[in-house]
C-alpha cells in the first residue's frame, strides 16, 4: 500500500453562490437508543457542523425526543415506524449506523448496506457486522471505523488484532487487511493515538489529536464529521482522512483551550468551526 | 413592477418609553409535527428575537413538550385541542404555518386563511396551499416564501416554474406571477442566491447573505423573522424585505464567525441581535 | 404616603464565611402549567441567580419534566401529589406563585396564604387572586405584582384601574390604595415604564429599564428576583423595590449588549450576575 | 492524625500518548429521582470535567430521560431494569451514590458496597447508610461526604455532632471517629467552610472556596469530581482532598466572574476547566 501521509489533505470544493442545501447532501443518521440517544446526537451535530446539508436521526420511538431535544436543526424519525425509516433511507444520499445502537437493531445494517450509498459504520453497526458475519457484504462506498477492540471483532484473528495495537508498520497493515477483507475495499479507519486510515491501495497516519481526546462520545463526533464530509462528495478514503485530521485539530484547541483532563466530547464539536477554518491546502 | 431594491429599507418604528408587550404583537406559529419540532422552535426563537412581544406555538400534541423545551419563553398549544387552537389564533395579531408542520395538518391552512390576519405561509403551508389549490384564498397581508421547488408546485406550470431558478429578471417576472396571481396580492418571497421580494407591483433583490446559509433549519429562521416585522407593524412586502435583508446579514456575520462549512441555522439566530443593531436607514 | 425614592437602596447583607446553603432561604415557585412550562423556569432561574439558597418548582405533573429539562439546579414537585405539595409548601421559607400557573389551580392560593410565608403573588395567581375576591387574605408579607390589567381586575373599579396607567401620582395612588385594600398592607408592585412600588405607608419610584424589556417572561424574571431577595431576608417593600432596580439594570445591560428589538426575558437572567455585581448602597 | 494540610497535593498522572478512554475509568452515579433529575445529572457532568473516560447515570425510569436531556455525553441506565442495573454495577471501576436519589431506594446502597469498589457516598446515599445502619459496611475504598446534617445522622451521637459545626480541630476530630467508625477506615469529608477530609490516619483541611458555595446542587458537583478522580487512580483520601481544592477553585473563580449572590451549581461546572489548568504540585 502506497503511504499518501505526505500528499496534501484533500479538500472540499468551495460553495457556489448559487448553492442550496440540497447540493450538500441529505444526512441519515442510525442510532441513538435509550440510554444512549445523546451519542447519536453528537454524530448528527458534528454533521452538520461539518458541513452536511440536512441531517436527519433515525432512533427507536422511545428515544428519539431526547435525541430531537438536543438540537433544533437536525430532524428524527423513529427506526419503528418501517415505511418512515424506508422513506428516509432512499431520500438519504449518506447514511452512517452505530453510535449508541445497542443490539436489538441488527437487523438495520443489512437495509443499510443493501442501500448501496456512501456509509460511515462505526461502533455497534460493527458489532452487528461481525455479529452477521456481514464482512463480505460491505461495498466500496463504506468506511469502517473500528477501535482495536471492534477491529478484533471483525476480523476474528488473534494475531491480526494482535497487530491492531501494534506499531505503525502493523497497524497499517491490520487496516490494510480489514480494507481489502471487506467486500469491495472500503475505507477502514483504525483508531489510536495514531489513527491509521487506509483502503488496501493506500493509507495514512493521522497526526492531529492528544490523549484529551481518550473520553466518552469521541468516536461519535468524528462518525458525524466523515458522514458530514462524505455529504459534500468526499470518497471513503479522503472523507477518513481528512475527518480524522479535522477532528483531531479540534480536539488539540479543544485542549489548549480547556486542558486534557476537563476537554469532553461536546467541546471537541464547539471547535469543529475553528478546525475547519484552520484547513490548509497543505497537512500540517 | 416597479424595482425598489435601491430605495432605504423599511424601518422599525422605536419603541416609545410606555411600551407594553402587548405593543409588539401575539405571534402564533404553526408546525413542528414529531420529527420536526426544532424547525417551529427555530421559528419562534427567531421570531422573538426579530422584537415580537408575545409568541405562541402551536404544534401536535406529541411533539409540543419537545418544541417547549428548546426555549423557555415562547409558550405552546397543542393543536388537536381545537378550542385551546381556535383561542390561540383568534389571540394572534400574526399568524406563521408551515415550519415542520408535516402532511397531515393541512385542514389548519383554511383556518388560518380564513381568520385573514397578516400571515405568513412558508414550507409544508406552502404544500398545503397548493394539495388544496387554495391559492385564490390566499390574501392581501399574506407572504408566501417559497423555495423553487415550492414555487413549482404552487403554480403548476413547468415553463413558469423554470423561471424561478433562472435570472433575476425571470425571477422577479416569476415571483411578480405568483403574487398577482394569488388572492390580493400579498408578497411573495423566492428563495434563491439573490433572493426576490414581489408583490405584484414592486420588486427588491436582496444582497446579502452567503451560500454557507445553504443548510438545515435556515428557511424556518426567515420564517420567524418576517412574522415577528408584521408583529410590529410592517405591512407583507416590507417585513419581506426587510427579514430577508437581516437574515442575510446574520447569515454573513455567522460565516466570518464560525465559516461557511460549519455554520448552522441556530448561528443565524445567535447574529439576529448583531444583525438588527446594523439596521441603518439605508440600504447595503 | 412617603416617597424613598431617593433613599439607599436596602441591601442584602454580606455572605458570612460559615454560611450553609439553608442560611439564604428555601423557595417555592408555582406555575408552570402545560405550554407555560417556561415561565415558572424562568421564575425559578432567576430566583437561583438572585442568590436564593435552594429552590424547587411545583408545576402539573404533566409539564413538570419539561420544567425539570430547562435547569438541573432547581428541584421539582407535582402539584398534583397533594401530600408531595403539602410538604414543600411547609419546607419552604418563601412562596411565589402565578407565572404560567394557567386557570385551573385556583385552589393552590388559599393554601399558600394560609401558610403565611413571604409570598410573591402574580400573573395567574393575581387573576386567581381577582377571581376568589380573596384580597383580604393577603397578608403583610406578601407582595403584589400586577400589570396595570390585571390591576384592573383586582380592584373591580374602573375609575381606579385607569389611574393605573396614569402619572406617576395617579400610579402612586393606585398602587398605595391596592396595599391597603389587601388584608394587610404588604408590597405592590406596579408594572410599567416607570415601575411604583408601595405598601402603604411609602413608595419608590423605580428609573431603571427600558422598553425592550415589553417582551414575554420579562415579569416572570422579576417575580424570582423579588423571591429570591426575600429569601435572604428582605421585607416586601425592600425586595420588590431592589427587584425592581435589578430587572432594570439586568435590561439595560442586556439591551446594550443586544439591542432593544432582540434582546428576551432570558438574556435578562443572564445579566442578573452583572446587575447584581453593580449594586451600590445608593440609588441610581 | 497527622495533619497533611501542609504537604503537596496529590497529583494525577499524566495521560500518555496511547492513552484510550478506558484508561480513565468507568463511572456509575446513581440517583436523579423525579423532581431531582437535575443533581445526578450535575454529578456526571462534573464527574466528566474531572477526566473520567465513560459515564453512567442510573437513575429510575420515570426521571432518566431528563437526566439525559442535560448532557449528550453520559449514558443512562434504568435502575429497575435489575439486570440491567446489574450489568452497569459490574462494568463499572467506580461508583457514586446518593445526589437525588430519594428514599426510595435504599436496597441499592447494599449491593453497591457488596461490590466492593472506590465508592462516593453521598446526601441520600448517607441517609440510607443511617437508616440501614450500615455504617459498618463502608469499606477502605469509599468516600463519605456528609455535611454536618448528615453527619449527626451517620453517627447518632449528640455530642459528637455537635463538633461537626464546631471549630477545626473538633471537626477533624469529628472526621475521623466516622472515618474509624466505618467499616476499614475509607475516607470521610466532612463539609463546612473549611472541608476536612480524613481517613483516621491523617486528615487536611481545605482553604479554598468562599460562600458563594452555599448554593443548592454545590455538592453534586463535589460528588462527581470525586468519583471522576478515583475512576483516573486516585486513593480515597487523596480523591477527596484534591476533589475539595479542585471545587473551592471552581468556587472561586465562578464568584469573581459572578459574584456569591449569583453563582450557581452549574458555574461551579463551568470552572472546573479553569480550576484543573490551575493545578501545581504545591498546595495554595
Known amino acids: 500500500m502506497k503511504d499518501v501521509s505526505q500528499e496534501p489533505l484533500p479538500l472540499l470544493a468551495g460553495r457556489g453562490a448559487e448553492s442550496h442545501k440540497g447540493d450538500f447532501g441529505r444526512v ?7 440510554g444512549m440517544a445523546g451519542s447519536i446526537a453528537m454524530s448528527a451535530l458534528s454533521c452538520l457542523r461539518s458541513g452536511a446539508g440536512l441531517v436527519t436521526v ?34 438519504a444520499t449518506v447514511v452512517a449506523i452505530g453510535p449508541g445502537l445497542g443490539e436489538n437493531w441488527d437487523t438495520l445494517l443489512p437495509l443499510v448496506l443493501a442501500a448501496n450509498k456512501p456509509t460511515v459504520i462505526d461502533a455497534d453497526g460493527l458489532n452487528a457486522l461481525a455479529r452477521g458475519s456481514m464482512l463480505e457484504n460491505v461495498h466500496a462506498r463504506c468506511v469502517l471505523t473500528p477501535h482495536p477492540g471492534e477491529y478484533g471483532r ?64 469521541s468516536g461519535d463526533v468524528l462518525t458525524g464529521v466523515i458522514a458530514g464530509l462524505m455529504a459534500q462528495g468526499l470518497g471513503p478514503f479522503d472523507a477518513a482522512r481528512l475527518g480524522a485530521h479535522v477532528h ?36 500540517f
Chains 1, 2, 3, 4 share one sequence.
Do not use: W
Open 28 to 34: 441519515l443518521l442510525i442510532g441513538g437508543a435509550p
Open 248 to 283: 483531531g485539530v479540534a480536539g488539540d484547541l479543544a485542549a489548549a483551550r480547556l486542558g486534557q483532563i476537563s476537554m469532553i466530547a461536546t467541546d471537541l464539536i464547539d471547535e469543529l468551526p475553528h478546525a475547519f477554518q484552520r484547513l490548509d491546502p497543505t497537512p
Open 154 to 217: 471483525l476480523v476474528g484473528d488473534a494475531s491480526l488484532a494482535a497487530k491492531a495495537t501494534g506499531d505503525d508498520a502493523e497497524r497499517v497493515e491490520a487496516a490494510g487487511v480489514l480494507a481489502r477483507r471487506s467486500g469491495a475495499s472500503g475505507a477502514v479507519l483504525l483508531k489510536g493515538a495514531r489513527t491509521v486510515v487506509a483502503d488496501g491501495e493506500r493509507h495514512a497516519i493521522n497526526k492531529t489529536g492528544n490523549p484529551g481526546m481518550a473520553t466518552g462520545g
Open 58 to 91: 433515525a432512533a427507536p420511538a422511545a428515544s428519539a425526543p431526547v435525541v430531537a431535544s438536543f438540537c433544533p436543526v437536525y430532524m428524527t424519525v423513529a427506526i419503528g415506524k418501517a415505511e418512515d425509516f424506508r422513506e428516509s433511507l432512499e431520500a
